[in-house]
């Protein structure tokens, strides 16, 4: 069973920075694709930022050049550094772990970036 335990939400203003952090239960953590999703309410779950486990990343066009996914399989954590926030980057954001068929969540976090 993988748990993803993500911290680090809260409420940022717009142009500062937050840096989310996603927790994983499972000794072979460095085996699974990790991402984060962001959802607002009424929209269909949104992927921001993905890094595999060769290390290859991806980023939403809305994202790029702003947010910087990393991980550190020793510590078995991915985060997530957001930097010049905008209001539209409100959301519920989800630490998603996917290894072929198998995919676990997060019970997510908040952000809100006051304008």
């Known amino acids: 069973q993988v748990q993803l335990v993500e911290s680090g939400g809260g409420l940022v203003q717009t142009g500062g920075s937050l840096r989310l952090s996603c927790a994983a239960s499972?000794?072979?953590?460095?085996?699974?694709?990790m991402a984060w999703y962001r959802q607002v309410p009424g929209n269909e779950r949104e992927l921001v930022a993905r890094?595999?486990?060769?290390?290859?990343?991806t980023y939403a066009d809305s994202v790029k050049g702003r947010f910087t996914i990393s991980r550190d399989n020793g510590k078995r954590m991915v985060h997530l550094q957001m930097s010049s926030v905008k209001p539209e980057d409100t959301a519920v954001y989800y630490c998603?772990?996917?290894?072929?068929?198998?995919?676990?969540w997060g019970q997510g976090t908040q952000v809100t970036v006051s304008s």
């Open positions: 998603n772990a996917a290894y072929y068929q198998a995919t676990h």
């Open positions: 499972v000794m072979s953590f460095s085996v699974y694709d």
């Open positions: 890094i595999t486990r060769g290390l290859s990343t």
